[in-house]
C-alpha cells in the first residue's frame, strides 16, 4: 500500500497538482473509451473481459505512478 | 451465429444477416505497428539514457524519469485500448433487405447508415495497391438511387465477394420491389 501523498514543499505541491490533473484527464478518457466499448459491442463478455484487463493493468500502473511520486524529493 | 437482435438499431424481426463485416486485421494491424513505435521510442529514450547520459539514472533525475516513464506507459495503453475500439465497432452489416454501414468515427461520433437494396443502382470493388491487393481487401462502393448518395465499405476483406453478394441480393429481390426503385428514377 502506498503511503498517503504528503506535500511538503512548494515545488512538491505543483508537481502533485500537474501529476493529478494529468490523471484525470488519462481517467475521464479511459471512462469514456470503456462507456464506448461496453455500450456499443457486440459481444458482451468479450467487452467485459478486456475492460477488466484494462482496469486491472492501469491500476497497476496508476499505482507504481504514485509510488514514484512519492518518492521525488525537492 | 450473431445475435441478430443487438447486431444494429431497427432491425426487422424476418430480416437474414447474410454478412457481418469488420475492416480488414490489416487496418488494425497498421495502427498497432503506429502504436509500437511509441513504445520503442521509450524503450529506445531508456537505453539511449543509460548509455549517453548516464546522470539521468541516478538521484534525483531517476525519480523524475521512473515517473514520466509510468504516466507514458498509461497513455501507451489508453491508445491501444481506443485503436483496438475504433477497429471493433467499425462494423458493416449486409442482410437480405439492405445494408447496413456502422462506423465509429471516435470515441463519441457514432454514425449508423443503412440503405436499401431496392434503391442500389452499382456496386463497384476496388482493391488499390500492393499490401490489399496480396491480402485481398479494399473499398466497396454503392452508388445509390439518390444523385449524389455513396455507401462505402472501408477496407474490408474480399471487396470482390462483397460486390457480387450485394448485387445477388439485389437479383433476389422481389420485382415490385426492384420497379420501385425504378419508378423512383
Known amino acids: 500500500m502506498n503511503p498517503v501523498y504528503q506535500p511538503n514543499s512548494i515545488g512538491h505541491s505543483i508537481l502533485a497538482v500537474i501529476f493529478y490533473l494529468v490523471m484525470a484527464g488519462f481517467m475521464l478518457y479511459s471512462m469514456l473509451a470503456l462507456y464506448a466499448l461496453l455500450k456499443y459491442g457486440r459481444n458482451t463478455i468479450l467487452c467485459i473481459i478486456v475492460a477488466i484487463f484494462y482496469l486491472i493493468l492501469t491500476a497497476s500502473l496508476y499505482s507504481a505512478a504514485v509510488f514514484n511520486l512519492n518518492l521525488i524529493k525537492f | 451465429m450473431p445475435n441478430i437482435k443487438s447486431l444494429f438499431p431497427g432491425q426487422q424481426e424476418n430480416e437474414k444477416i447474410c454478412m457481418v463485416l469488420r475492416p480488414h486485421w490489416m487496418v488494425f494491424f497498421l495502427k498497432f505497428v503506429a502504436w509500437l513505435m511509441f513504445l520503442v521510442i521509450l524503450l529506445g529514450a531508456d537505453w539511449a539514457i543509460g548509455k549517453y547520459l548516464p546522470i539521468l539514472k ?13 504516466i507514458y506507459f498509461m497513455f ?40 436499401h437494396l431496392s434503391r442500389i443502382e452499382d456496386v463497384t470493388a476496388e482493391v488499390n495497391g500492393l499490401l490489399p491487393t496480396f491480402l485481398d481487401y479494399g473499398n466497396v462502393y454503392i452508388q445509390t438511387a439518390a444523385e449524389t448518395e455513396r455507401f462505402t465499405f472501408d477496407r474490408v476483406p474480399s471487396p470482390a465477394r462483397i460486390e457480387k453478394m450485394i448485387l445477388d441480393l439485389y ?13 423512383e428514377k
Open chain 2, 58 to 70: 541516478t538521484e534525483p533525475y531517476l525519480d523524475y524519469f521512473n515517473l514520466f516513464k509510468t
Open chain 2, 76 to 115: 501507451l495503453a489508453l491508445g491501444l485500448l481506443i485503436i483496438w475500439i475504433m477497429y471493433y465497432l467499425d462494423i458493416q452489416i449486409i442482410t437480405d433487405q439492405r445494408v447496413v454501414d456502422i462506423t465509429q468515427g471516435s470515441l463519441l461520433h457514432r454514425t449508423i447508415s443503412e440503405l
Open chain 2, 171 to 183: 437479383e433476389q429481390l422481389p420485382d415490385h420491389e426492384k420497379l420501385k426503385s425504378d419508378l
